[in-house]
């Protein structure tokens, strides 16, 4: 790495510590929720130094996408993968909302007027789960009127036949991203992710939430073309930098459909040992959009949460297990001479506070896998800790690949 990326890097203060999504809603990446999402600027900085216009940028557990937004924001393509079906969807809506801006910029204005068409009352709510093979603990989570009022804008959005793709794509978003707002649970996110349902139903506005989440969508894609092109000129390249980039929702232990020497910089932050359930967060979309991998995929989360309990041994030599089939394949798929930014936190509690998760795997990618660390930094999380799982700490690590694909597996 040039001296001058080093100064830059070293001047930048990573901890971000007045972020905070709700203060940006006008950002494509903050229009859905995620766990334990970067702040933004991290792939700012990390794409902008260390990758140029028009290159390939890999993030193999992009979670809600923070890489892959930032990548097209900054005239680069992206491969997006993840394990969890419901943030792959917000990904994708995230993507539609893009393309929107070319097929129907001015997307959903008469949403209120179409609900009204469709409105299920309160007392249908209970035939129209059924009917809907809706799962009937949503009666759970939600107080009556806001029940009725969410199953009106379901109803629309799987009745409105004049809807294109894209439309309907950017309705679920919206309506998704509500679902924890509206809900009665009003304690931390772990409730939800553990099953505590509310002890007391309170009424909340679903109807007007997600009027308003239409009109923010709309707002930030205006927001983000209006950058773009303050910065590039025109917008011509964001459809071919769409069109050739990759949204996948699949396990980064296995990414062979990515070809050996292809990715020009890698950024990425996987799961903290037992620090996160990232399906389980979702169970309130689950509860309207079920996902018949669910099961599946649950299995093949890496480092869960609900894996701190078993003995610790086994579940820490499993994660480096895991966590060594992605170095092997991102060692395959990175250009030599790139760079593997990685973002990681020691897991918090019993079962991984006997080992240094992040100091292990450093040394793992640098002694097996032909990478030199070219640059540490860490990074004060402790005010968002408990989105976190608890960790108060983590580190930016950035690798270069130095090796000639000896690790290229025969691909
Ligand atoms: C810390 S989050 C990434 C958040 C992301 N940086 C963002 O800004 O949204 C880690 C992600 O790893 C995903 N994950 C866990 N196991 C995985 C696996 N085996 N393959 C791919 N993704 C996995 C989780 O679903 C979660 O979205």
């Known amino acids: 790495?040039?001296?001058?990326?080093?100064?830059?890097?070293?001047?930048?203060?990573?901890?971000?510590?007045?972020?905070?999504s709700a203060k940006y809603p006008l950002d494509l990446n903050s229009i859905h929720w995620y766990l334990a999402t970067f702040p933004p600027m991290i792939p700012m900085y990390l794409i902008s130094l260390?990758?140029?216009?028009?290159?390939?940028?890999?993030?193999?557990?992009?979670?809600?996408?923070?890489?892959?937004i930032k990548a097209i924001e900054l005239n680069r393509c992206f491969i997006y993968n993840d394990i969890n079906p419901f943030a792959v969807d917000i990904v994708k809506s995230k993507?539609?909302?893009?393309?929107?801006?070319?097929d129907c910029p001015n997307f959903l204005v008469n949403e209120d007027t179409l609900i009204e068409r469709y409105l299920v009352d309160e007392q249908s709510v209970d035939e129209f789960i059924l009917i809907n093979n809706l799962d009937a603990n949503i009666k759970s989570w939600y107080e009556i009127k806001t029940l009725s009022e969410l199953c009106s804008i379901y109803n629309m959005i799987f009745s409105d036949r004049n809807a294109n793709r894209i439309e309907e794509s950017i309705r679920r978003c919206a309506f998704s991203s509500i679902l924890k707002a509206v809900c009665s649970q009003t304690d931390h996110i772990t409730y939800?992710?553990?099953?505590?349902k509310p002890k007391k139903l309170v009424y909340k506005n679903a109807r007007k939430q997600y009027l308003d989440q239409i009109r923010i969508i709309r707002l930030s894609v205006d927001d983000f073309y209006k950058r773009y092109i303050s910065i590039f000129g025109s917008d011509e390249s964001v459809k071919r930098n769409l069109d050739n980039s990759i949204v996948n929702s699949g396990d980064s232990r296995d990414m062979k459909w990515i070809k050996a020497n292809s990715v020009?910089?890698?950024?990425?932050?996987?799961?903290?040992?037992?620090?996160?359930?990232?399906?389980?967060?979702?169970r309130l979309t689950h509860m309207f959009f079920p996902s018949e991998f669910m099961k599946e995929k649950?299995?093949?989360?890496?480092?869960?949460?609900?894996?701190?309990?078993?003995?610790?041994?086994?579940?820490?030599?499993?994660?480096?297990?895991?966590?060594?089939?992605?170095?092997?394949?991102?060692?395959?798929?990175?250009?030599?001479?790139?760079?593997?930014?990685?973002v990681l936190g020691q897991g918090s509690?019993?079962?991984t506070k006997a080992y240094d998760t992040v100091a292990d795997i450093s040394k793992l990618i640098q002694d097996k896998?032909?990478?030199?660390?070219?640059?540490?930094?860490?990074?004060?999380?402790?005010?968002?800790?408990?989105?976190?799982?608890?960790?108060?700490?983590?580190?930016?690590?950035?690798?270069?690949?130095?090796?000639?694909?000896?690790?290229?597996?025969?691909?």
């Open 1 to 20: 790495m040039d001296n001058q990326t080093k100064q830059k890097l070293n001047l930048i203060n990573w901890d971000f510590s007045d972020y905070n």
């Open 192 to 196: 939800i992710t553990d099953n505590c």
């Open 369 to 411: 896998y032909g990478f030199t660390l070219e640059h540490e930094a860490q990074r004060n999380i402790w005010s968002r800790r408990i989105h976190l799982g608890g960790v108060s700490e983590e580190s930016l690590l950035i690798f270069m690949k130095t090796d000639t694909g000896v690790h290229d597996n025969g691909r």
């Open 349 to 351: 509690g019993r079962t």
């Open 264 to 282: 020009d910089l890698i950024v990425t932050s996987p799961p903290y040992l037992c620090a996160q359930d990232y399906v389980k967060t979702m």
């Open 95 to 102: 993507i539609d909302i893009l393309y929107s801006y070319f």
């Open 298 to 342: 649950l299995s093949l989360e890496i480092g869960a949460r609900r894996k701190r309990g078993a003995n610790a041994e086994k579940t820490v030599h499993e994660y480096y297990v895991d966590m060594e089939c992605v170095i092997a394949e991102i060692a395959r798929v990175l250009k030599v001479g790139k760079y593997f930014c990685l």
């Open 50 to 68: 260390l990758s140029k216009e028009g290159d390939l940028i890999l993030d193999p557990f992009g979670g809600g996408g923070t890489t892959a």
